[in-house]
């Protein structure tokens, strides 16, 4: 199925237990909730709708990579450094598969991720793409749509994280 991002919001009076322990925080099942399925289930339709609230829930599809690209500091990106906490990280594989990245975002730490996350526009993104090479072997402009789709979502999950004092867990795998 592939390595994908799902982030969980959460309210500000749960910080510690976001810290203390994150999966807490994240669903037990983020592609039956990204995806419309019954939770564990073997065998299940999907409506290929999100089910948890998007003010709740972030889910990235296998774009994360793209954007985690895109918000690394360095020659080529629009980024600081300060949104690519909210996509750094990476699988660690092993012979049984992998294990995920999990990591909590504070809500003071929110902000500053959003105020550079929204101030990075389609041009900057266009300008990026020259650039960047889809592993998944996309056209140029199929996947420039892709990532901008989601950056869109990241952009909103965000603005509304910040806009509530909330902060959010998140999970690469």
């Known amino acids: 199925m592939g390595i994908r991002y799902y982030a969980y919001a959460f ?9 203390d322990d994150p999966h807490s925080i994240l669903s037990s ?15 299940s339709a999907t409506t290929f709708e999100q089910v948890s609230p998007k003010r709740d829930m972030l889910y990235l599809d296998k ?9 690394r500091s360095g020659t080529g990106s629009p ?3 300060s949104c690519y906490r909210m996509f750094e990280g990476n699988v ?3 012979d049984m598969g992998w294990d ?7 809500p003071e730490e929110v902000p500053s991720i959003r105020d550079e996350l929204c101030a990075t526009d389609e041009s900057e993104v266009r300008l990026w793409a020259r650039t960047w090479r889809s592993r998944h072997g996309a ?8 990532v901008l789709d989601y950056l869109r979502r990241a952009q ?13 867990v998140y999970l690469i795998g």
């Open 92 to 94: 660690t594989m092993h």
């Open 11 to 19: 309210d500000a009076d749960l910080v510690q237990q976001a810290v």
């Open 79 to 81: 980024a600081t450094g």
């Open 63 to 71: 774009a994360w990579s793209a954007l985690q690209s895109l918000t």
């Open 139 to 146: 056209d140029d402009a199929d996947e420039l749509r892709y």
């Open 29 to 43: 099942d983020p592609l039956a909730d990204a995806w419309g399925l019954e939770p564990h289930a073997a065998m």
């Open 100 to 106: 995920p990245w999990v990591r909590t975002i504070l």
């Open 156 to 168: 909103k999950f965000v603005e509304s994280l910040a806009a509530d004092g909330r902060g959010m």
